[in-house]
């Protein structure tokens, strides 16, 4: 597997940004350097508190040879050209390591905070991962921009906005997803899927696997054509003293997911719905501190990979090796030893 992390790595708890700590930007390229340097494979930034775009241009010339990649930016808000521009802009800077990473975001955010209007979103990337390519192909071929969907008609393009053709044209594009039908649509336009914590090792091989082979299906392709990218949620610690805390905050965020309706289907596919309605009554009445008292060890333990640095190599192999093609892992570097510790866990992961 191919291990990749959010950055920066010395302010990251073991597997979980801490969303009450913010990124400090000046910091971003000193950590992308690091995660060269102890063997990471990518370098991958979220769309949260701050523009990934503008992050990886930050990191792309302090670094040589890590991959680079959005996990996620939101498609949904941004014109596919705009993506496109931004994608191919970071493609010339880094020679060729880009990944881009889409996701939709969900009604309420892309209406009342972006202000859009929304549409079922499966066909929706369909139809945007088609216009980001047209554009693209336009730039690096000359062909004439002629794009129609039932979201995007695109058929302007003039010199001055065209940038031309790059060394490194083939930038992946990966679609996040947890539902089948954009499971699906990323088995027949992307190249990869990025999954969400939730998604178990059972959930994976019996919902996701047989969507990404439908998808792949419909566009005469193969499964194996597409990336299965996985951010698991790991609790790991020095020691098991260490560990009681990290699993408590790990139990308070499957307590989150457990009450959100959008994951609901990867608790039931556990037999949990009656939990996960129960997790949602309580959302509904604010009582987010109740939450994680629901999440009983079996179920945390079936959604969170937890052990000491020396057992979680082992823990994550045992779940996704053979699975998964890509795996975000992380620990906090702050010191030399810190990262040979991170070189050794890297080291056994398959």
Not at 124 to 132: F, K
Not at 152 to 172: A, C, K, Q, R, T
Not at 199 to 213: E, G, Q, R, S
Request: proline share 7%; aromatic share 8%; charged share 25%.
């Amino acid at each position: 597997m191919l291990v990749e992390s959010l950055l920066p790595l010395g302010k990251l708890d073991p597997g979980l940004r801490r969303p009450d700590i913010p990124l400090d930007i000046g910091d971003f390229a000193a950590g992308a350097r690091l995660a060269e340097e102890v063997g990471l494979d990518a370098v991958l930034v979220e769309e949260t508190k701050d523009d990934p775009f503008q992050l990886l241009a930050l990191a792309a010339p302090a670094t040589a040879t890590i991959g680079l990649g959005t996990s996620v930016a939101i498609a949904f808000a941004r014109s596919p050209t705009v993506t496109a521009m931004s994608a191919w802009s970071l493609q010339k800077l880094s020679a060729g390591r880009l990944v881009l990473g889409l996701g939709t975001q969900v009604r309420a955010h892309v209406q009342r905070r972006f202000g859009l209007d929304w549409s079922p979103p499966a066909p929706w990337m369909r139809d945007y991962v088609g216009a980001v390519r047209a554009v693209w192909d336009c730039w690096q071929h000359g062909t004439p921009l002629e794009y129609r969907s039932d979201h995007y008609h695109l058929d302007l393009m003039v010199p001055l906005f065209n940038p031309g053709p790059i060394e490194h044209p083939d930038i992946p594009i990966h679609v996040s997803g947890i539902g089948p039908n954009m499971c699906a649509v990323a088995g027949e336009v992307a190249d990869g899927v990025r999954l969400h914590p939730v998604c178990t090792a059972k959930y994976i091989d019996d919902h996701v696997v047989p969507a990404l082979d439908r998808g792949a299906a419909r566009a005469g392709r193969h499964r194996r054509d597409v990336e299965i990218c996985m951010k698991p949620l790991v609790a790991t610690a020095p020691d098991e003293a260490s560990l009681i805390d990290v699993v408590a905050t790990v139990r308070e965020r499957v307590g989150f997911y457990l009450s959100t309706p959008s994951y609901r289907r990867t608790f039931s596919a556990h037999g949990w719905d009656d939990v996960a309605m129960r997790a949602s009554a309580l959302a509904r009445q604010q009582r987010w501190d109740d939450l994680a008292g629901l999440v009983d060890d079996e179920i945390l333990y079936t959604f969170a990979s937890i052990g000491t640095f020396d057992q979680i190599a082992g823990i994550l192999n045992e779940r996704y090796a053979g699975r998964v093609d890509r795996i975000e892992f992380s620990i906090p570097v702050d010191s030399p030893d810190d990262a040979d510790r991170l070189r050794a866990i890297l080291a056994e992961i398959d």
